[in-house]
């Protein structure tokens, strides 16, 4: 059963014309790439678009998969390089989203027994000046941080995903965690 093959085996077959192989692999990586492209691209659509350009381009480019990495590390770099793609077009067409604030004329709100809405808009900001702080990161630092803090990942994991000494993982992520809490201490909001 293909289910039971690992990455290499299921991109052998997926060479060999197996459209089921590549549908195992996408499935088996769809959220960690998703989730890694959110964390690079801090919105939800462009996050998808760039999961998808992803498992497309991996499946157009089969044939150069040489094996020398493996599977998952080969799709973080794709990934990682969708993302830096989204970044220069976006940043080139300099487009300003309008469409997060969407009609809320027929909405109702109703706040949680728990929560105030001063506390909800609080935590919205915290979490929005997190985001805005990842997403200056340089690309380098900031995939590692999304593993580790976002994905969960291992230290080992990422040097295998990244195909990275461990101790340049653990340097990278010591740098991106020092220059996220610069960053957020120059922010007017407490961050608790």
């Not at 157009?60 to 793609?85: D, M, P, Y």
């Not at 469409?99 to 001063?118: G, I, L, M, R, W």
């Amino acid at each position: 059963m293909v289910n039971d093959l690992t990455d290499e085996q299921l991109v052998e077959l997926a060479i060999a014309d197996n459209a089921d192989a590549f549908g195992v692999i996408v499935s088996r990586w769809e959220r960690k790439i998703f989730a890694l492209c959110f964390g690079m691209l801090a919105r939800e659509e462009e996050a998808k678009d760039a999961a998808q350009e992803t498992f497309i381009s991996a499946y157009r480019n089969l044939k150069n998969f040489r094996g020398e990495a493996k599977v998952s590390s080969w799709l973080h770099r794709i990934a990682v390089n969708q993302c830096l793609t989204f970044k220069r077009r976006t940043k080139s067409r300099s487009e300003s989203y309008l469409d997060d604030e969407e009609n809320t004329e027929d909405k109702v709100f109703v706040a949680s027994p728990t929560y105030s809405p001063s506390k909800l808009t609080e935590k919205s900001e915290r979490t929005a000046l997190i985001r805005q702080a990842v997403s200056s990161l340089p690309a380098d630092l900031k995939e590692v941080i999304v593993m580790k803090e976002f994905q969960d990942m291992t230290f080992q994991e990422i040097s295998d995903n990244l195909d990275l000494p461990l101790s340049t993982v653990k340097s990278r992520l010591y740098t991106a965690l020092k220059q996220l809490r610069m960053k957020l201490e120059r922010t007017p909001l407490e961050i608790v």
